[in-house]
């Protein structure tokens, strides 16, 4: 970590349905870079061979902005379904790796892309991620994405945002663009 940080480190959530939550979160990291901060975002969703233009990014901050894409790509998870074994596993060895990030003392922000999913899908319990929120060192800010967060999570944050979709090009048939969707 940088010079010491007096401040509260905050809890901020960016959940919603519209387009942009990671897209917020990584412009969160931008700004730290600028200011000489650490950022490490751990991706529970994306996978490294997914070719997202934020992980090209990455390498010209090195040093300042870690990503760690850990996921398998978008699941196709049921609410109505227990999850796949691997599934599971895989979340808690994501979740597992991002606690070691959180806790290390080495980051300034720590961002958990997606992670509102992994409770939502029945991955993890939100005991346990309630209780790493508790547990993260003091001037960390923690950053969480994703669709739907839990309403325990939401009233544990210091800072919620809700993006909600007004337009989409998708919705008219223009496919995802480099650059902007990826």
Known sequence: MNEPNNSKGLVIIFTGNGKGKTTS????????????MKTCVVQFIKSASMGYG????????KGLLEICPLGRGFMK???????????????RDTFNSAR????????DIVVLDEFTYMVQYGLLAVEEILSLMDE????????????????????MADLVSEIAEVKHPLRSGVKAQKGVEF
């Open 136 to 155: 993260k060192p003091e001037g960390l800010h923690l950053v969480i994405t994703g669709r739907n967060a839990h309403p325990r999570l939401i009233e």
């Open 77 to 91: 998870l049921d609410k109505e379904k227990e999850p796949a074994p691997q599934d599971i596993q895989l979340a």
């Open 54 to 61: 934020e992980l090209e990014g990455a390498k010209m901050l």
């Open 100 to 107: 070691e990030k959180i806790l290390s003392g080495e980051y």
């Open 25 to 36: 979160a990584l412009g969160m990291a931008l700004r730290a870079a600028g200011h000489g």
